[in-house]
């Protein structure tokens, strides 16, 4: 399959600090790839480079077949871009700013426009600054999506949208791929990705800590476990449950004749059904696997994970705050 | 459709608003000055005042040619109330055109797309340079409308020779904020830059016509060598008009430059 991104050993300094340590991966051609990690870990600085609008400090990228740094207008009109600090400030209403870009790196289809901003319940007619956090965020997917570009950098593209928008935005990335476009989007929550995203990168503090398919990460994830069950004892119960591989943090409560536990599940299901199989269980919830903690852990995993995003920068959470 | 120069069109269209908004300024200037030149610079006690004045002040001010038509316009529309106003506009103009664009983080949105550094700051300096052309137009255009009743007796030529001496003098301020602005990528630094080519300007030729010894001042202010001549009088210095003009078009070339090499944004 042809790759539509290739980033191979990519650096980039700023004055004497590095925030991009050599980072190395490819998005194939009609795929989505999404990049999470928490504020500061470079995802902002990668995809800067990526539309040569701050330059590496060394490493190579390819970019649609083309290096960036020499791709000029006819490369970028090829991509659709939402920078992750977008501010639209002018005194222009919405539809002259499209006109203004669709003038730059159009054509646009007829009725495009508008049709994308009836799907994103977005007026177009409105003072672009009078809009609020979530509106412009809408009219940055808008310049992005309008001209069908082969590839779209999305930079925190779900950032200020509320959850039904969240929802289209994700409708909008599918028929994106469907039609064969590349999408290469960013994150610090992957609940925000996994729907939509065929595989991840992990960035952390300007290196890669992972790529892997959402499934595998499905599969490395963790999920809550509760059940209910009666005629056993908590010790009965506990000794059960502990000796099932992948299963930990087992708590057991005494409840009428029987107990009641909660456990969390690392890897295959298999070995847990089977040592459930024997219970005369009441009541059984296995959760969705938890990607988010899986990822967690992986950032925590490697090196002093956590410690990094306290003092320097704000909490991974916070909405629209900064990124570099 | 892709058209031409969009960047450019954008920059000029969307700013009609300052634009119109100067323009009305200067328009308001001049006629307030002008129709009353026939009951004070005109007249014989103007001149007994003048002359009361300390000559330094005099020579600060440029009223030392006050009792003519022409030096009246010279020193209140040109020399004062004209540049501190074409000065202004150019320098915010000039400051917005990178360095305010990027600082409040458009710029970045607009590189993503179809379009290169050059061509970028090239389209919007051209855009400036229209708008001062137009208030230059504006200018000679009310002056010499005003010539008449205000018994100015200027000479069109002459007038003309001055309005492309102050649009010159306005866009060297104008640019020199554009290209500290696209060095650096902050409107502050843009602002500054302007305003010191400008404020020195004015300030060196104040100081230096003071006294001979102070002469090599005048050789530094790009006012004194708009206005060293009296242009409303006598008619352009050319070679002072090209070197405005041309260093001007440098400062632009310049900002391209400096954009085209740096990282934008961060």
Redesign the interface.
């Known amino acids: 399959m042809e790759s539509a991104i290739t980033v191979e050993g990519l650096r980039k300094s700023f004055g004497s600090r590095e925030v991009l340590h050599g980072i190395d991966f490819q998005v194939q051609a009609g795929t989505v790839f999404g990049v999470i990690g928490p504020n500061g870990a470079g995802k902002t600085t990668t995809m800067r480079c990526l539309l040569d609008i701050i330059r590496p400090s060394a490493g190579t990228l390819r970019v649609l077949g083309q290096d960036p740094r020499h791709g000029g207008p006819g490369l970028r009109r090829r991509i659709g871009y939402l920078p992750g600090e977008l501010s639209l400030e002018a005194r222009v209403t919405g539809r002259r700013l499209l006109d203004h870009y669709e003038a730059v790196s159009g054509p646009v289809k007829r009725g495009r426009i508008d049709e994308l901003a009836e799907r994103l319940n977005l007026d177009l007619d409105r003072h672009t600054r009078k809009l609020s956090k979530g509106n412009k965020q809408k009219l940055g997917l808008l310049q992005a999506f309008m001209h069908d570009p082969e590839l779209l950098v999305l930079d925190e593209p779900t950032s200020g949208l509320d959850p039904l928008v969240q929802q289209e935005f994700l409708a909008m990335v599918r028929e994106a791929k469907d039609r064969g476009q590349t999408v290469f989007l960013s994150s610090h929550v992957l609940s925000e990705v996994q729907q939509a995203a065929d595989e991840v990168a992990i960035l952390r503090d300007g290196r890669i800590v992972t790529i892997a398919t959402v499934d595998a990460l499905r599969e490395s994830a963790v999920r809550h476990l509760r059940f209910a069950a009666s005629g056993i004892t908590a010790d009965d119960a506990g000794a059960r449950l502990g000796r099932v591989p992948g299963v930990g943090g087992v708590e057991v409560l005494t409840a009428g004749d029987g107990v009641e536990l909660t456990a969390v599940l690392e890897g295959s299901i298999g070995p847990l059904v089977q040592a459930l199989a024997g219970l005369q269980l009441t009541d059984l919830v296995l959760e969705e696997p938890d990607l988010e903690e899986s990822v967690l852990r992986l950032y925590g995993n490697n090196g002093n994970g956590r410690r990094g995003n306290g003092s320097r920068r704000r909490e991974p959470q916070e909405e629209g705050s900064s990124h570099a | 459709?892709?058209?031409p120069m969009?960047?450019f069109?954008?920059a000029f269209v969307?700013s009609w608003?300052s634009t119109l908004g100067w323009a009305a300024g200067l328009s308001a200037a001049i006629m307030l000055y002008l129709p009353i030149y026939p009951s004070i610079g005109g007249s014989a006690e103007m001149q007994q005042m003048i002359n009361a004045l300390p000559p330094e002040m005099t020579k600060a001010l440029n009223y030392d040619q006050i009792a003519s038509g022409s030096g009246y316009t010279q020193a209140t529309v040109f020399g004062l109330i004209g540049f501190l106003l074409m000065t202004i506009a150019t320098v915010s103009w000039g400051a917005a055109a990178v360095g305010g664009d990027e600082e409040?983080?458009?710029l970045?949105?607009?590189?993503?797309?179809?379009?290169?550094r050059v061509?970028l700051v090239l389209e919007r300096a051209l855009a400036m340079v229209l708008r001062v052309v137009l208030l230059a137009v504006l200018v000679f255009v009310l002056i010499l409308a005003l010539n008449d009743s205000a018994q100015l007796q200027i000479e069109s030529t002459h007038l003309f020779g001055a309005a492309v001496e102050f649009a010159g003098l306005a866009l060297l301020s104008g640019t020199a904020a554009l290209f500290v602005g696209a060095l650096s990528g902050r409107k502050s630094y843009g602002l500054a830059a302007g305003a010191a080519v400008g404020v020195l300007g004015y300030v060196f030729n104040a100081v230096g016509r003071q006294s001979p010894d102070l002469d090599w001042l005048l050789d530094l202010s790009p006012y004194h060598w708009a206005y060293g001549n009296s242009p409303v009088a006598n008619g352009a210095d050319w070679a002072a008009a090209g070197w405005l003009w041309g260093i001007s078009a440098a400062l632009v070339l310049l900002s391209s430059l400096a954009l085209q090499r740096r990282?934008?944004?961060?």
């Open positions: 459709m892709r058209s969009p960047l069109r954008r969307d608003r409040s983080g458009q970045e949105l607009t590189l993503a797309h179809g379009v290169t061509q990282d934008v944004g961060s």
